[in-house]
């Protein structure tokens, strides 16, 4: 047993040091001493068995992780990485280090808030006193809730008005300097270090192409490489980003933020920095508009029963979709194996490099559901929390909601073309031929729908279509009228297709066949 009473700051999002509000109350005086600092993750295998996360993201934790240890030994600390559920965890190390205080970041996602309130009750029993502050949000959103007269905002606007009562955001904390010598972390024991990817047997073979290292220093750097672009950040406007572009048209701030290693309030903060006073866009589509998009679907997310899910979920349409994750339309679209070129590089780019914009995303999300092949939104929704980086439960969810028309939107009549979409941005499909190599000889003319070229074509191309390169799974013309019908009357209220008590089955892996290497490494330790 440790005799220096300990506090300990519990990393779960928030992995950062700057703009952290719970890591600093960890470091506050009680009376006239300090405590000892011991800086927890805990890697809990809840998230191998329920959430789905690919070898990619895995890496970006690791990252972020090792990153987080880096920064914290520089201040005088360093990271503890214990292995096991929360409350194993707690009640094994409250006792044997000592420990006076627990501070945490508040979660609003549903497993988080029941698992934090179970580490309250422990925490209480062994006399320890919980801080928990917001701090992944901008908006603590428990404010805005009830600002709305105790229910979530369900359109953006309305959001926007609710959080325009609050004025400015307050500003972003800065990070700790060294540590008062009291405060310094003494344990150094090499148990506790953070883990190799090998070593979590993340099968490295199917790693994809780092592109987006993680951690908050990348996470700082990005940010300001984006905010040193200032007429850019002036002039941007979602819309007008391509979803097709060899090098992203967007920030791809968006895997920090879901790790927090960059604080949603010091990126806003920046922004504005920039915009006041200079003629700029405005939300929703300007990039302070792209973040309260973020702390709208948050909201909605926190008091939305099921948000996650069409069955018993309030502000979800319930629409007779095909929910079976053996069907071989779903299983093409997953595998980027549609015949839809511009569909099948979009899928591609998501598997191997974690990121794709957000208009490929809308691309896909409709093509999957309303537009095309009938499938519901909760299996793209897995496939996506497996294999984006920035998997993130409430925006996830919520995108999901609104691109099949389920939630939030309701044109559902209009739907994207999976050939004329790509095209605005990228008329020879230069994006596809990146993805597609098999594809990167033929005729532009043909590279939106190959199925079209004559077969000597295809011969000097080099690329045979339902040989080397599937023939299209479906006519988009034909199905999208079905599916238009199909929605008209599930808006109409059509009761009786809708697969009332059939809820989508989550599989271990929506997108892999094996089941994630991972999980060894939890049942070892
Ligand atoms: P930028 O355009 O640079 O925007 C800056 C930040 O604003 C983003 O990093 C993100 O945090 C926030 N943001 C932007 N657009 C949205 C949006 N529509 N909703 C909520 N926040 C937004 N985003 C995720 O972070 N995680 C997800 O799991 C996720 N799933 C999605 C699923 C579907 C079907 C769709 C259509 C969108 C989804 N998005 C998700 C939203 C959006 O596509 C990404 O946030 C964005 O593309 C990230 O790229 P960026 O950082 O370059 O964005």
């Not at 925490?123 to 320890?128: C, K, L, M, T, Y």
């Not at 805005?144 to 972003?172: D, H, I, M, R, W």
Request: hydrophobic share 35%; charged share 25%; glycine share 6%.
């Amino acid at each position: 047993m440790n005799n220096k009473p300990v506090v300990i700051h519990w990393f779960r999002k928030g992995l950062r040091l700057h703009d952290n509000p719970a890591l600093l109350n960890a470091l506050e005086k009680v009376g006239e001493s300090h405590y000892e600092l011991r800086p927890v993750f805990i890697l809990d295998p809840w998230f191998v068995k329920n959430a789905k996360v690919g070898p990619n993201r895995w890496r970006f934790l690791v990252q972020s992780l090792q990153d987080l240890d880096d920064n914290l030994k520089k201040i005088g600390s360093r990271l503890f990485i214990l292995k096991g559920s929360p409350t194993e965890m707690f009640k094994k190390y409250f006792k044997e280090w000592n420990v006076k205080k627990l501070t945490f970041e508040v979660d609003i996602e549903p497993y988080a808030k029941t698992r934090d309130e179970e580490i309250k009750k422990l925490a209480d029993h062994h006399s320890v006193t919980v801080v928990a502050k917001v701090s992944h949000t901008i908006y603590d959103l428990e404010k805005v809730f009830k600002a709305n007269g105790n229910k979530a905002p369900l359109t953006y606007v309305k959001f926007q008005s609710v959080v325009a009562k609050f004025g400015t955001p307050e500003k972003a904390l800065n990070a700790p300097g060294k540590l008062p010598k009291q405060c310094q972390t003494l344990l150094l024991s090499d148990k506790y270090n953070v883990p190799l990817l090998e070593e979590m047997q993340v099968d490295l073979t199917e790693l994809g192409k780092e592109l987006y290292r993680g951690g908050e220093t990348e996470a700082l750097a990005r940010m300001e490489k984006y905010m040193s672009q200032q007429d850019w950040v002036c002039k941007f406007s979602k819309p007008d980003t391509s979803p097709n572009s060899i090098e992203p048209s967007t920030t791809v701030l968006s895997p920090y933020l879901k790790f927090g290693c960059l604080s949603p309030r010091l990126m806003y903060q920046r922004l504005h920095e920039i915009i006041d006073g200079r003629k700029h866009t405005s939300p929703p589509t300007s990039l302070t508009g792209q973040m309260l998009w973020r702390e709208f679907y948050y909201t909605c997310g926190a008091y939305t029963p099921n948000f996650d899910r069409m069955v018993g979920n309030p502000v979800c349409k319930q629409i007779p979709w095909k929910v079976d994750p053996e069907d071989e339309h779903f299983v093409a679209w997953k595998n980027g194996r549609t015949g839809y070129p511009f569909i099948d590089a979009i899928m591609i780019q998501l598997r191997t490099e974690g990121w794709i914009h957000h208009l490929a995303r809308h691309a896909v999300a409709c093509f999957l559901t309303r537009g095309d092949l009938w499938v519901s939104w909760e299996l793209g929704q897995q496939v996506f929390e497996e294999l984006l980086l920035d998997a993130d439960w409430a925006l996830n969810a919520g995108n999901w909601m609104w691109l099949s028309a389920s939630a939030f939107f309701h044109s559902y009549f209009r739907v994207y073309s999976p050939v004329a979409f790509g095209k605005k941005t990228d008329k020879h499909g230069d994006y596809i031929k990146k993805y597609l190599p098999i594809l990167k000889k033929f005729p532009t003319e043909y590279i939106y729908e190959p199925w079209k070229a004559p077969l000597s074509v295809q011969k000097t191309a080099g690329c045979i279509i339902g040989k080397d390169y599937p023939e299209r799974i479906v006519d988009h013309d034909v199905v999208m009228k079905e599916n238009l019908a199909k929605m008209k009357k599930a808006y109409q209220g059509g009761k009786e297709e809708a697969p009332e008590g059939e809820p989508v089955k989550r599989k271990k892996s929506a997108s892999n066949e094996s089941p994630p290497k991972i999980t060894k490494f939890f049942k070892k330790n």
